[in-house]
Structures are given as C-alpha cells and as structure tokens.
C-alpha cells in the first residue's frame, strides 16, 4: 500500500470563503494556509478550532489574507503552536498585510481579535524557505519532504510539494500561467502524474482578455476620467496583485499625480526592493545590467495618512488605497467622499469578497445608493476622560493588591521550605545581634548578606556558587551568532519592539499610530451614499482563466485530483471536465469531509540485514 493521504477541507470549498485545508500524510498533520475574510468572521474558524491543536505543520501559500489572516488569531485562541513554513516574501509581505488590517481596523472599532504583539508572536518562528528547496523534516514527519515551487500570483507565492516514499502531494491555488511584469508564470506545469493534486476551481468559469489589451484599456479608463477633471480610486490589496499595478502606472505615459495609500507603503516598497530575486527575469536581467530597481518608483507617491492625501494639490489624481473590499481601510473613507460626484471613477481590479461593500458595487446593474458605516477615534475629553482615568486607577490598585498578596503568599512558602535547609540562612533568627540588625534591616531584608550570622552547626560555611560553563566544540566555545548582530540605531526604537519580524522597516507614522496610548472612543454614524461615480471592473487578479487551468490539469495529470476553493457552478463544471480529460479519481468534499486519497501503488519499505549484504556480490 502506498503512503496514505487524507485531506480535509476546513474552509473554502463550494464558495469564495478563506483557504484552509487539512492534509494528512501518514498520520502527519499539514495545515495548508490559515486564511480569513475582511469581516474576521469568527465562524469561519470552527472546524479549524476542532483540529489546530492536531497540527504538526502549517504551510502557507501567498501573503494576503485569504491565506493567511487568521494566523494570528489560530496561534493566540485556537491552540495552533505548530511550526509555519513560507518563504521570504509571504513571511515579510504578510507580516505587513496583518499590520495594515489591524492598524484600519483599530481606527474604526473596538477591534480585540489580535493585537499587534499577537501578528509578532505568530510571524516570530516562521521557517522561511527558497523555491525548489528541499527541507526534511524530522521526528514524527520523519522522511516526509516538503518544497515550495512558483505560483506567479502574489511576489513569494508558492505551490507546495510534499513528498514522501517517492509520491509527491501538490498544493497549487491560484497560480498564474501568464508571465507579468514583476512575476514569472507558474511552476506547475514542471510536474507530472503527482499522486495527488489539491487546486481550486475559482476561476473554471472565467475567461480573460490579452495582457496587452487589458492594461491598454486599462490606462484608457484612467486618462479618459482624468482628462475629464475627475479622480480615480483603485481599492487594492495591501502588498500583493497592487505591484503589478504599481508597474503598470509607472510605466504609463499618464502625466498626472498618482498615489499609493496604505498605513504600510512605504515599508512594503522598501522590502518589495530587495526581493529581485523573486521576481520575473526581466527585471533581474534589467538590474544585472543598469543597476536600475524596478520599484524605485518615480512617478508614484507613497502616502501612510489619509491627512497627507487631503493635502496633495489640487486637481484630478490616481489613488491606490487598501483595503480591496472596501470594508475598511483608506479606500473606504475615499470612495465616500468621492461616490457623489460622476466626473470620478472607482476601478476595481478584483471581484470582491462576498458581502462585502466591493462586491455589492460590482453588481449588475450596480446598487443607485448604499448604507456604509462611518468611524473615526477621537481622543476622550471632559468627564468621559476622569472616568477613564478612575477606572484605570481602580484596576491598577487591584493589580498591584493581587501582586502583594501573590508576593507574600510565596515568601510564605519559600520560608516553609527554607527551614529544613541547612544551607540556607534563617533570615529570622532571633539570636541575631542588634548590630546586624539595626536600622538598615527594614531597607535590605531581602537581601542575604545582611545581618550574616552562620549556624552554629554549620561546618565551613560558603555563600552558594554555581560556574557558569560553556559550550565546546572542535573549533572551540560555541557562540550565539545574534549576539554580534549590528543593530541599527537610527532605527526608531519603538517601531522595532512592535515590528520586530521587520527589523525596524516600519513606517515611523504607522509606528507612531501603534504606540500612541492615548485615551480614546469610536464615534460611529450611519451614511446614505448616492452613487454617481463610474463604477468599473477590469481583471487584473493574477489567476489563471479557465482555459488555462484545464490545459494545465491535463498536462499535470494526477492521479488524484481534489478540487477545493470556488463557487459551486465553478467546482461542479471543472469536475465533469476532469472526470473526462484528465483522471478518473476527481473529488469535491465538503467542509470537515475527510477524503482518502490514498495512492493504489504498492511500496514496502525493505530493511535488509547486514549478513545477508555481507553475501551480496555486486556486478555491472
């Protein structure tokens, strides 16, 4: 029998929710992407909380939060403490992705999921991993193999394959074929006959222009808007589809001001700069030759504040503004403001996420007026400002009475146990001078040497004395490399404790915004927003279409085949397909559906002895 597979989806299958799926490989438990939905909707995570403690290993796939939004969370509620595995981009892009939801999120609500030291916590034990590197794992996962492969998606984006015994388990979600301008096209295609194969079926229903003529009509909507004395809005993702666009502007022949606004801009180009490596193969030959960075971005502004967007001159403009789906985030401010007059565009360059205010506006026909949601934090004045105080002040005060009552209940317990020590000195003695125990007794009753009188019983006595030894190998004493790390000290101090995993490239507005500890309130309203503005959506997500994805299978040709993330139309259409042009053994399970998708090889594993080897005589 060969190795036994089992997968278990946790969360999107027969729709557009997150990604998170179970893979079990001879009892080795693989969680592969851990995401969640801009509504941090609580329920999606059940049948994770059911299994995360079960967990050996988490997988992730690409830095947005589909993939990976719910880490945080999973590590600090659900009991998920397995180790993670990415590579350099998802690591560092999806640390700041999280840092971008959190810091909109707190802007507007009461926002208590995560904190920011949860996204450090969860980040701080990542393995990051480079593209067709082989990591063995060890103990339980013992001659299990996992690599990452390029999905062209997102910048870090990865197919995972997993192997054991020779059979090889491929994750591969919405990966690209198409080469773009900072991204080569998927390494699926390498692959063939694998024992299994997990894909989605997002896209089995979707056909897509040619790169050129989108991004042509691209730049056509922008200039026709702008020409017209009017602004454009593109919601965008906080570091992920956003830099092909960001390409893609940069090398337009547009002559007016264009933006891009997220609490981490400047920290996502700064780190997007030194992942050439990463990228497509133009832009590493460009760099070998000119020296010239393709995201030093001339004709783009970085923005972190909304107020520094207010303040820009006058007249149309371009803004790239997080959050994609418009739920929260600067774009969601800026559509408000800008909905009310037709002269503006919003351009979306993603379908948005169901339920959400994205989604509701790329409707057909689109809705005439929405309800949104207006907050905004505003610093607590007057009596609201003493009462927060005093509440502070209360719950100090209960800390600080529980602290003493801890302190003197374990004084309490380590006297107890020092009184049958005899190596340890009886602070209480009663036989102790008045010289030793004069006025300064109060100030350093903790303190061992004061008032030092040795038992009378005692034999040479010694104050207690523990060296310090060290670790030897044949090169001589083992050293701890962080040790002699150069820190930076320019580095804002604050910003580097609250973006650790950053190494201190963080913006320094942003960090401000995290350590300002300011007594404040939510100030919420209800708004009727009549929609005048010109609504468009253009493909620019980065995934294969469906004749792509079709081909690619039945070249692929697993032996098993299981079909996850899409719309139930979009799962049910790609599984006929396949069923008929790629394999028999097509499978669509449900939510908590454990299918087995052992292979029906046989391998054996064979141990022979070393008499019988000792006998064996080899020929050419």
């Not at 690209?176 to 096209?185: D, I, P, S, V």
């Not at 991004?215 to 808007?225: G, N, P, S, V, W």
């Not at 034999?459 to 962080?482: C, H, K, L, R």
């Amino acid at each position: 029998m060969g190795t036994s597979v089992q997968v278990t989806p946790l969360c999107g299958v027969y729709n557009e929710n997150p990604l998170s799926y179970l893979i079990s490989i001879d009892g080795f438990n693989f969680l592969v992407d851990c995401g969640w939905n801009d509504h941090f909707d609580t329920s999606l995570l059940q049948p994770l909380s059911r299994v995360a403690s079960n967990i050996d290993a988490v997988l992730l796939s690409h830095s947005d939060t589909l993939h990976l939004g719910a880490l945080p969370y999973a590590m600090k509620q659900l009991g998920l403490s397995a180790p993670v595995y990415a590579t350099e981009p998802v690591f560092r892009l999806g640390l700041l992705t999280m840092y971008d939801q959190y810091l909109s999120r707190k802007q507007v609500s009461e926002f208590d999921l995560f904190t920011l030291d949860d996204v450090d916590s969860a980040f701080q034990n990542v393995t990051r991993l480079t593209y067709s590197q082989n990591h063995h794992l060890s103990g339980k996962g013992e001659g299990i193999v996992i690599s990452p492969h390029v999905a062209g998606h997102l910048l870090g984006g990865t197919i995972w394959k997993i192997t054991k015994d020779g059979e090889d388990v491929i994750y591969a979600v919405d990966f690209n074929h198409r080469k773009e301008r900072h991204l080569n096209g998927t390494a699926l295609e390498s692959f063939v006959r694998p024992a299994v194969l997990v894909t989605d079926a997002y896209n089995a229903l979707n056909t897509q222009l040619p790169t050129k003529q989108r991004e042509r009509a691209f730049i056509d909507a922008l200039r026709r808007t702008l020409e017209a004395g009017g602004n454009v809005l593109i919601p965008v993702d906080t570091s992920g589809r956003v830099l092909e666009l960001l390409l893609i502007l940069e090398e337009s022949p547009l002559s007016y001001p264009i933006y891009f606004l997220t609490y981490v801009s400047s920290s996502t180009i700064e780190y997007v700069k030194s992942f050439l490596e990463w990228m497509s193969d133009s832009i590493a030959k460009s760099f070998e030759h000119t020296r010239d960075n393709a995201f030093l971005l001339k004709h783009i502004t970085l923005l972190i504040n909304k107020n520094e967007l207010d303040n820009a001159p006058a007249g149309p403009k371009v803004v790239l503004a997080s959050m994609a789906s418009l739920e929260a985030g600067f774009s969601h401010d800026i559509f408000v403001e800008w909905a009310t007059d037709p002269r503006n565009l919003v351009l979306f360059t993603e379908r948005g996420q169901f339920a959400t205010l994205a989604r509701m506006l790329q409707a057909d026909p689109p809705p005439k007026a929405v309800k949104v949601t207006m907050s905004k934090r505003v610093p607590l004045v007057g009596d609201e400002l003493l009462a927060y105080e005093e509440e502070q002040n209360r719950i100090k005060e209960e800390a600080l009475k529980s602290s003493i009552i801890k302190e003197e209940e374990s004084k309490a317990i380590r006297a107890s146990d020092n009184a049958s020590d005899p190596m340890v000195i009886d602070t209480g003695n009663t036989n102790i001078s008045s010289e030793a125990t004069g006025s300064h007794c109060g100030k350093y009753r903790d303190i061992l040497i004061d008032g030092f009188v040795p038992p009378p019983t005692s034999v040479a006595p010694m104050f207690p004395f523990y060296e310090n030894t060290s670790d030897w190998d044949d090169f001589g004493e083992v050293i701890n490399p962080d040790d002699y790390v150069i820190k930076d000290e320019d580095m804002d101090q604050g910003a580097m404790h609250l973006g650790s995993n950053l190494d201190g490239k963080l913006d320094e507005a942003s960090a401000n915004l995290m350590l300002d500890t300011r007594p404040s309130k939510v100030v919420s309203n209800e708004l009727t927003v009549q929609v005048k503005c010109s609504l468009t959506y253009m493909d620019f997500e980065g995934r294969a279409d469906s004749r792509a994805i079709k081909s690619i299978l039945a070249h692929v040709a697993p032996l098993k085949l299981v079909l996850v993330r899409g719309s139930a139309e979009a799962t049910e259409h790609l599984k006929q397909h396949c069923l008929k042009h790629v394999c028999p053994h097509v499978y669509a399970p449900q939510i908590e559906e454990t299918i087995d998708v052992t292979s029906d090889m046989c391998a054996y594993k064979v141990q022979l002895s070393e008499k019988l080897m000792s006998n064996v005589l080899f020929k050419k």
